[in-house]
């Protein structure tokens, strides 16, 4: 019967195809030292380092092997012994488990000798192994025959060449381990290359821990002409110490115990809740992404802050070298029990897309290049966090999406410190300012008129520039509510598509009914049937209307039309835009209090309302479906003005951010811009001469009041 025989060549593509770059060829080789139970590894460059030409020796003091599991286990390819043991002795979870791994030589060299001695053993294994013999297309596996050759220690003993490797790196000699020749460089290495080894090799294994605890060391050795980059591997002292900083862990039920350090404070812990909306869990409730710990390392890049930071740590860096070695480690990097996955926090990686969000929000969010992160997860506890084929990157899937957004909530949480932080450092920051506060002229133009009273041709030039900011303020006044009708109007379009939709495919479904019922029948033995028919696509109809009467205030031709409207009328109107939203949500929603008849654009008061619901929806979803409500209540006040208050029964509005929430670009959402509060306070105060305040909650959440005073 025939069978399958593999040509030599297939273990040169597993070598050089799947692992993708001479630098994932030698994180390959590590992760075999981390495996067997290696305190340390070395890395020795020796030679000319050009293509056919040096050495790459890779020692580790690891566990060893005897001729039985090279025999047995080393040259089994795809082995299945770590699908079988997951656990090493010490109790590290293995982290090769496809048996590929050892292949990654070939990627490096034409030729590989390993030489290995199990602790307490008197003896030593060497195999030879060519991998040009695995280049040949006409050679068969089974045609290739190794040098297998156990013998009393000699690398391994006093005097060999192991001996000789752990005394250039000044470290003691150790008994047992393995030891790898790679001879015949397959590439050149330049100092280029070799310091982005450096830099990779850095960020391989997680940081050490906060008591300094690190259990597996890295250790480089070069020729005399890059002794500048030799040595252990450490990550950059200029960068241990932070500004800010956010570590703990997120349980699998995503409970989030966090520890945060900000400048001139001490740490503080507390727990909140992540992903309430249950976008991204399990059908048991859990994180489909599983539990994960985290820490993030936060710079400020600016002169001053970079310049205060090195001074503080007693740093001889420039701005511009304490910017390029912030460059090198920015990004948020994944470990998998203790070694990194690539290529998350590469430089240019963005996977969290944290600069387009900061886009949106440049004066609180973080970019990627101010962030040195680490989110660590493991294999047993995150198994459906699995790698790509070529070893870089995860699977697309649910629990990917569940960890970026999960872990994009983390650091919101910073970011909401950070900014409370700063503007508390900073006491001319001003609080609760509108949009365009700012920018005014006016105490300079006073200024130029006081001190050159007969000057008029600088008076009319100072007259013409007050009127072209006036002017251009309106401008961007009217642009932003133009885009802020664009977003309310995405919302109410999403709703009312689906809606519609929904109401489409009941009517598709009685006109089949009715042909059917009415095709080649008796019309009057049908009739009542037929007439029922006709009702329900009557009654679609109507609700079709309906739609189309909710996004017709919306259009451009009425925009800016006052007209007399009930303001219940007009408040129901914009509540039935996000029925479908709430009852997704759960959340049970009253309109209520005075109907007076105003004088206003319906458009805008939808608009406000959509917004301030949208958002309690949003929070809702942070507390048990059992306990979602919305109260809308309209009341008259004493002074004549009318009050809209919209109450829910959130999570409400922490303490140390009531100051912040009507701040442009302050929010407290993941991905939220931090515009839409600022820009309803804009509307109400420029159109109505109102107001919008977060005043107590009688549901025990948020509660906002809306205040007109003009036209009502």
């Known amino acids: 019967m025939p069978t399958l025989r593999p040509r030599a060549r297939l273990l040169h593509t597993i070598g050089t195809e799947l692992i993708s770059s001479e630098t994932v060829a030698v994180v390959e080789l590590v992760k075999n030292a981390y495996d067997a139970d290696a305190n340390c ?289 920015a990004g948020v990097s994944v470990y998998r029990d203790g070694f990194r996955v690539l290529p998350f926090g590469e430089r240019g990686d963005d996977w969290l897309t944290l600069d387009a969000r900061r886009v949106n929000n440049p004066r609180m969010r973080l970019s990627n290049s101010q962030i040195i992160g680490t989110v660590s997860i493991s294999a047993d506890e995150n198994p459906d966090l699995r790698d790509q084929t070529n070893r870089e990157g995860l699977l697309q899937g649910p629990a990917y999406d569940g960890l970026r957004d999960v872990v994009t909530q983390v650091i919101a949480e910073l970011e909401i410190a950070r900014r409370e932080q700063r503007k508390e450092s900073d006491p001319s920051e001003p609080r609760g300012r509108g949009l365009f506060d700012d920018i005014d002229i006016t105490d300079v133009a006073e200024a130029v008129r006081r001190s050159h009273p007969n000057d008029r041709a600088l008076a009319a030039v100072v007259a013409n520039a007050e009127r072209r900011i006036s002017a251009g303020v309106e401008h961007v006044r009217e642009v932003l509510a133009r885009y802020q009708r664009l977003a309310t109007l995405g919302r109410l379009v999403d709703e009312v598509v689906h809606d519609g939709q929904s109401s489409v495919g009941r009517i598709r479904r009685v006109t089949r009914d009715a042909d059917r019922v009415l095709a080649g029948a008796d019309a009057c033995e049908f009739r009542d049937e037929a007439v029922g028919l006709v009702s329900t696509v009557d009654r679609q109809a109507d609700y079709l209307a309906q739609l189309f009467k909710r996004i017709a205030p919306f259009g451009g031709r009425r925009r800016g039309r006052p007209k007399k409207v009930s303001m219940l009328e007009t408040i129901n109107s914009a509540v039935d835009v996000l029925a479908s939203r709430a009852a997704k949500v759960g959340a049970d929603i009253t309109v209520g209090g005075v109907d007076e008849t105003v004088m206003l654009d319906p458009a805008e008061l939808q608009e406000v309302v959509i917004n301030l619901l949208d958002n309690s929806l949003y929070w809702l979803q942070h507390v048990p479906k059992s306990s979602r409500h919305v109260e809308l209540n309209v009341e008259r006040l004493e002074d004549g003005a009318l009050a809209l208050v919209i109450d829910d029964s959130g999570p409400g509005v922490p303490p140390e951010i009531r100051e912040s929430i009507f701040e442009p670009y302050f929010s407290s959402k993941p991905d939220g811009g931090g515009l839409g509060l600022a820009i309803v306070g804009e509307r109400v105060a420029d159109a109505y001469g109102g107001a919008l305040d977060l005043v107590d909650s009688r549901l025990g959440g948020a509660a906002f009041r809306v205040t007109f005073r003009r036209r009502v």
């Open 41 to 329: 590894v070395v890395l020795r460059f020796s030679g000319e380092l050009r293509e056919g030409h040096g050495e790459l020796a890779v020692l580790d003091d690891g566990s060893g092997m005897t001729a039985n599991t090279i025999a047995n286990i080393w040259l089994e390819i795809a082995t299945p012994h770590r699908v079988r043991t997951r656990t090493t002795p010490r109790g590290r979870r293995v982290l090769g488990e496809k048996g590929v791994g050892r292949f990654a030589a070939a990627r490096l060299a034409d030729s590989m000798t390993l030489v290995s001695r199990q602790w307490g053993e008197l003896n030593e294994v060497e195999v030879g192994v060519d991998w040009r013999q695995f280049r040949d297309p006409d050679v068969y596996l089974d045609q290739v025959e190794l040098d297998v050759t156990e013998r009393a220690a000699e690398d391994f003993h006093d005097g060999g060449r192991v001996a000789e490797l752990w005394e250039r790196v000044d470290l003691p000699r150790r008994s047992g381990g393995t030891l790898l020749l790679l001879e015949g460089l397959t590439r050149s290495w330049e100092e280029a290359d070799l310091l982005a080894l450096r830099r990779d090799l850095s960020r391989l294994i997680a940081p050490p821990d906060a008591d300094g605890n690190q259990d597996f060391e890295i250790v480089l050795d070069l020729p005399l002409e890059f002794e500048a980059l030799a040595g252990p591997i450490e990550p950059p002292a200029a960068l241990m110490n932070p500004p800010y900083r956010l570590s703990g862990s997120v349980s699998a039920h995503g409970t989030a115990d966090l520890e945060i350090t900000l400048p001139g404070r001490s740490p503080y812990r507390y727990q909140v809740e992540l992903d309430r909306g249950a976008h991204h869990r399990g059908a048991d409730g859990t994180l489909a992404s599983g539990p994960f710990s985290i820490d993030l390392r936060v710079y400020d890049r600016d002169r001053d802050a970079i310049s205060q930071l090195t001074a503080e740590g007693g740093l001889n860096l420039s701005t511009k070298q304490f910017r390029d070695l912030l460059d090198q480690r």
